[in-house]
């Protein structure tokens, strides 16, 4: 904070301050790097209602039912994560709004925490929703209280993208007062509101009329700005490239900074490419304004020198323009790579480092999640990961094709409890209904631990942390028709019961149920649970041989002068290592408070 | 072509304070009056992956990362977490480094190894090369988690931001009770310099 109304956010942060400025009075969301605190810090604010959704398809709903019932409202998410709320915002662009409704979406160019690094841009044209692109943290919070202006004028929802550059850096954001926005009356308003065939006939030739109008108005809007400097080189940017030119050629060159990129302003590109001499898009991923211009018929150079893939950098655009980087130092040593890892006392060690000895008799379906490092060595488990909830159905497939195939091999699917019930269930009932003979190995850590500890429809707390009612995931399963005999319960910290648990699950002849159930160490009661407890190493029994080491990946074990040696401030005793110890080098001590 | 905005990138391992100094050095800059922009990269772990804060401030700051052979100061909380970033180093710039080595699960494992005489090479290379024992000196003062204070100390006196008041806000960013251990850790920092 500084004098001045002036502090120093998040991008992510300070989208969340704009649409508290905005009136907002409902937002809704599900964790997903790099959105996440883009809703964590919307629910800062009392006057914001909001809760975590269990997916991104129900978060839009939820934005989208609370603007129709008459408040603004804000839905974010990862890219992934547009994917899944795609089927409710399609409907929604043709309806149309009551209050204003912005979606923001974050994508993940470099792929730093993505399996993949599309371009949500392309969203724009399929869906014919607006689209507007920060480019730091100031303009994340002015951008959202104009999405929610542009919002209302035009009856459309509207959708920010970010990229991880611009959620994640920080910038200096001056503040203001929130504007008061009473609640709409509703009223009842079928063709608006119920997406009925026979309702909505008119609602296409009426969509592209309002496209029409946007791409006036992004021709006229300040969002979209064109900067003259020298004439030889003009560029065509936005979000974090367009920072990257600025640094790069300063006053040297002429700039359309794109802020508004869907429609994109026709008349503005053609007075800025008359302006300059050579016209230059630079844009991280997809050539989108670059097609764009070149469907206007304007020679322009754009991916014949920028990558499409991978983030951009200073560096990486100083070297497609030819300009000479400054000098710089490089020594032939590398330092060492920090690959990730569990935690010390992470719940997913115990399991992962027991199914090692079954994996010539198991295929491993993975999910997304932390337990998703169960791919990496040391445990190399894992075999296949598709998307939130893809674990239950690859192992049903490969139960199916392995059968016609003959092969022996059991399909495991292990899924978290947050991912389980982002769309861990369907596939569930699924798996209930074909009578697949797989394992379904539930890893209940009580929290969305990858992405900060959000709480899920399982974990018993609200955003508040008022206690509200967990919905177990047996429970569910009981509920699906599994029977008590299917369902077994493992202690993640118990190596030979989960060996047995994991016999069992390969032996049996029909779905099996496996719950490990811990919350997740790093959980701030689960530390105040196990403070003072702890692994030691007796050094005399030690022999060096490593495999604590070398089988846990502990990060609170490591080996020093010829002995296994163990943090005990980053130890909390599971005692994995000591099971895996066979000279009783190790033990537990302290005792559960 | 010459960027007139400074360059930090502070660089370490997760739970070594690396943010905390990046937001208590940003947040006083801010105050001093610069333009600032920072951009953060965590990995993906929670704990013990790699992570860095880059730190662009002067009259008017476009992009928050810091371009290769352009910073002006670089804080390695682990030393060997220095080799990542030299190259963004101006040929005068200044490295502090900490003189603390972790090995990764790479090493430890036998795959990789970690580098030897890193000391030497590194001062052999850059010639404003301050290497110290932050973690041992905090431990003196109290918490070993004091040890980026150290670091922070430094690297003010470097960045010739001496006149404000740095310990105000470490008090106010701080729990309170590591605060004095902070403040002692900061002010030898300072000292060293």
Redesign the interface.
Known sequence: ??GNN?Y?MMGNAALARGAYEAGVVFAAAYPGTPSTQIFENAAKYPEIYSEWATNEAVAAELAIGAQMAGVRALCSMKHFGFNVAADPIFPCVYNGVLAGLVFVVADDPGQ??SSTEPDARRWGPQMRIPILEPA?SQECKDFTKAAYEISERFDTPILIRLTA?IS?????VTFAERQAVPIKPYTRNLSKNVGMSSLGKFKHARLEARVKDLAQFSDETDLNRIEWGEREIGVISNG?SY??V?????D?ASYLKIGFSYPLPEKKIREFAAGVRKLYIVEELDPYMEEYVKQLGIPCVGKEIIPAVNEL???VI?EAFG?T???????D????????????GCTHRGVYTAMKKHLKKVIACGDIG?YN?AVL??YSVHETMQDMGGSIPTAISFWKVFQLAGRPEKPFAFIGDSTFFHSGMTGLADAVYRKANIVVFILDNRST??TGHQDHPGSGRMMDKTPTEPIEIDDIARGMGIKEDQIRYVDPYDLADLDNAIQEGIAADKLYFIVARRPCP?LPETRKARAGISCVVSADKCTNC?AC??QT?C?A???AEGKAVIERE?CNGCGICAQICRFQAIETVGGLR | MKQSAKGVIICGIGGQGVVLVSNILTEGLMEMGFDVKKTEEHGMSQRNGAVNAQIKFGAKVFAPAVAKGSGDLIIAFEKAESLRWLEYLRPDGCLIVNDVEIEPVSVQAGKEKYPENLSEILRAEIADTIIINAAEAAFRMGTIRAQSMVLLGISVKKLELGSFAWTAKIRAMVPEKYQEANINAFQYGLSLV
């Open positions: 904070m500084a002036k120093f730093a925490t730091d550059r994640h850096g920080t910038g200096i974090i920072q990257y600025k640094e790069i050629f300063g040297g950098s200073i560096d100083k300009v980087g400054e000098k710089r130092r490089r020594l040593i590398k330092a060492p790579e920090r690959t990730p890892n569990f935690c010390a932390c490092l060595p040391p631990a990858m790093l490593k080491v070398r990946g990060p074990l490591s080996i980053d």
